[in-house]
């Protein structure tokens, strides 16, 4: 989002801002407190705190990631009992349009503050209020954990596990990973009506979990950074706009990649090796990828499991293999007694492979040899002819939703005869860095913006199936910083 759409974001925004404010100014002052103590942030939840008769400890609650947010909407809810609104309607109210509600409350001479909610003296005096059946208890917990939940999952951070071995081994089969979404800017939800926690199908069922007949326009919340080259990113797989998928961009299956290039650069591939704007990028240190390795020794193989601890080894005669490792890994096998020669697998320049992206004779490139390309960047105009249009064309038609018609060298976008086009997205080039194991953009391309979800933060837990019970949890991982 440029800043013209920050800009209207904020335009949007501002009068129901102004009008929840407002409304907080009034109650605060209705309570005999100041009015704009509750502009101040922190020290109006202190205020809040004494005024539903909440311990102050609370506060410390607040800077625990996820549980603050809980926390937070707690002490929310028992503020506005402090003025008699006890009923589950009355709090769904404040707490889905506050500003609706907050201004209501405020300026209604009806509504005062009836004393501390969380108190004795309240319960006893107000009981009338307060008296719930065990079913309504029930049915309002699981209310606000669920918008508690699903906003959190929504606006701030998300659970996400690596299902496949694509990003070996910097990040590992079973390791559990928090997602910031804060990160890029939290992107409003599209497919706005679904079924809470669940993707885009039904456990058990494997039916939709949503209904696209409704669909909002992409819109994101200004972030703390913009993508960098390097960040690993979660995003949602562009493939899955097609057949037989057809699902809507915040429904598609979430994808986890390092970003290789950002919207601008020129990228290409050059025996494996990724340049961008001419310069060597920073290869992962934990990256993998194949290597032939010749040995004269039989016992070799045994030697690899055991002593390198390598699992991932083909064996095509009794002395040469192919072997997925670290360069790490390749540098100390070269060390090893029997080993004549180790070699990266990659594929000859000039090669063509129809399965890597543009999937087209005219640019003859492969997993390890692609491009110089140009990564599409919002503003950005590129000429139209039989060369870009195959590298471009899915940018254009899918991803910006134009109708382009090409017949040999004319081309139309929209019914209009054209030979440029000018991007509305910046767009990423995300690879795995297990590099001859991952589906990548080397296979589908560029990832849009509005695909972005957010940026994969920490290891909370890493979970090794393949191991025995005793050492399944890999404990040098648990809560440990991605980089």
Not at 52 to 62: A, E, Q, V
Not at 468 to 474: A, C, E, L, Q, S
């Amino acid at each position: 989002m440029g800043i013209a759409g920050y800009i209207g974001v904020y335009i949007l925004l501002a009068p129901l801002l102004i009008l929840g404010l407002a409304g907080y100014w009034k109650l605060f002052q209705k309570a005999g407190r100041h009015g704009w103590e509750s502009l101040i942030p922190i020290y109006s939840t202190y205020v809040m705190l004494r005024l539903s008769g909440r311990p102050l400890w609370w506060l410390l609650l607040l800077f625990i990631p996820g549980i603050g947010i809980v926390v937070e909407l707690g002490i929310y809810i028992d503020f506005i009992k402090c003025f008699g609104k006890t009923k589950m309607s009355q709090q769904a109210g404040g707490v889905l349009l506050p500003f609706v509600f907050l201004p209501k409350w405020g300026f209604d001479k009806n509504t005062r503050y009836l004393g501390q909610s969380a108190g004795y003296e309240f319960r006893e005096q107000y009981q009338h209020l307060l008296h719930k059946s065990s079913v309504r208890e029930w049915t309002e917990a699981v209310f606000f954990a669920v918008i508690a939940a699903s906003l959190i999952r929504s606006l701030f951070i998300e659970a996400y596990t690596i299902p496949s071995a694509s990003m070996e081994g910097s990040l590992l089969v079973g390791d559990y990973l928090v997602v910031s979404k804060f990160s890029y800017g939290a992107r409003l939800p599209i497919t706005p009506v679904s079924f809470p926690f669940a993707h885009n199908q039904m456990p058990y069922f494997g039916t939709k979990s949503y209904w696209d007949g409704i669909k909002l326009p992409y819109l994101r919340l200004p972030g703390l950074s913009d993508v960098k080259r390097g960040d690993i990113v979660v995003f949602n797989y562009p493939i899955e706009a097609d057949s037989p998928w057809y699902r809507p961009v915040d429904k598609q299956e979430n994808y986890i990649k390092r970003c290789q290039g950002i919207a601008g650069d020129t990228l290409s591939l050059v025996a494996a090796q990724v340049y961008v704007n001419g310069k060597p990028a920073i290869t992962p240190p934990h990256g993998e990828m194949e290597y032939m390795v010749n040995a004269d020794s039989t016992a070799f193989s045994r030697k690899l499991q055991y002593d390198l601890h390598l699992s991932d080894i083909r064996a095509f005669t009794r002395v040469d293999y192919m072997i997925n490792m670290t360069k790490q890994s390749a540098a100390a096998l070269k060390q090893v007694q029997g080993v004549k020669y180790i070699r990266p697998n990659t594929q000859f320049r000039g090669i063509y492979d129809p399965e890597v992206f543009p999937h087209t004779p005219n640019h003859r490139w492969n997993v390890d040899n692609l491009g110089p390309i140009i990564i599409p960047k919002r503003g950005w105009t590129v000429k139209l002819d039989t060369l870009t249009l195959p590298i471009y064309r899915r940018a254009i038609e899918v991803y910006e939703g134009n109708k382009l018609e090409a017949y040999g060298n004319n081309i139309s976008i929209n019914g209009k005869k054209t030979n440029s086009y000018t991007f509305k997205m910046d767009y990423y080039w995300m690879m795995g860095d297990n590099r001859h194991n991952s589906l990548d953009s080397r296979f589908w391309g560029f990832v849009p913006e509005d695909h972005i979800v957010g940026k994969a933060v920490f290891v909370w837990m890493s979970w090794d199936a393949a191991s025995p019970f005793k050492d399944k949890i890999r404990w040098s991982r648990v809560m440990s910083m991605i980089r």
